[in-house]
């Protein structure tokens, strides 16, 4: 399954557009501009299921990493901070993946943002 099953090119562009250069993503920002944060669970469980590329029921770092190539080939990996910044907000037990409770907690992050974006409307 393709995220573009999931989300329109229109906003998976508007996500990548809000952090071209190195140092410039921010996952709550991206979440809002790829619509991440109006999707159901369900969605965001299947989005983890994409980014858990070797599917071994963990996001690891190196999948991380390479978190923005999953939305276009031509997108730019993440930085070494930027990758462990994203991990750390889903690394719910420290381990240095993100897991089956890190799906949960990368859901509860998504509508963490969601509910975030809504105040500031």
């Given at each position: 399954m393709a995220l573009s099953s999931?989300?329109?090119?229109?906003?998976?562009?508007?996500?990548?557009?809000?952090?071209?250069?190195?140092?410039?993503?921010?996952?709550?920002?991206f979440f809002i501009k790829v619509g991440l944060n109006s999707k159901s669970e369900d969605q965001v469980a299947k989005v983890f299921g994409i980014l858990d590329q070797d599917r071994s029921g963990f996001i690891e770092e190196?999948?991380?990493?390479?978190?923005?190539?999953?939305?276009?080939?031509?997108?730019?990996?993440?930085?070494?901070?930027?990758?462990?910044?994203?991990?750390?907000?889903?690394?719910?037990?420290?381990?240095?993946?993100?897991?089956?409770?890190?799906?949960?907690?990368?859901?509860k992050i998504v509508i963490s943002v969601f509910k975030t974006s809504k105040r500031q409307l």
């Open positions: 999931i989300l329109t090119e229109a906003e998976i562009a508007a996500g990548l557009q809000s952090c071209q250069a190195a140092d410039s993503f921010d996952y709550k920002t190196e999948e991380l990493k390479l978190f923005l190539k999953n939305f276009s080939a031509s997108a730019r990996a993440l930085t070494d901070a930027e990758t462990k910044a994203f991990l750390a907000a889903g690394d719910s037990d420290g381990d240095g993946k993100i897991g089956v409770d890190g799906k949960t907690a990368l859901i």
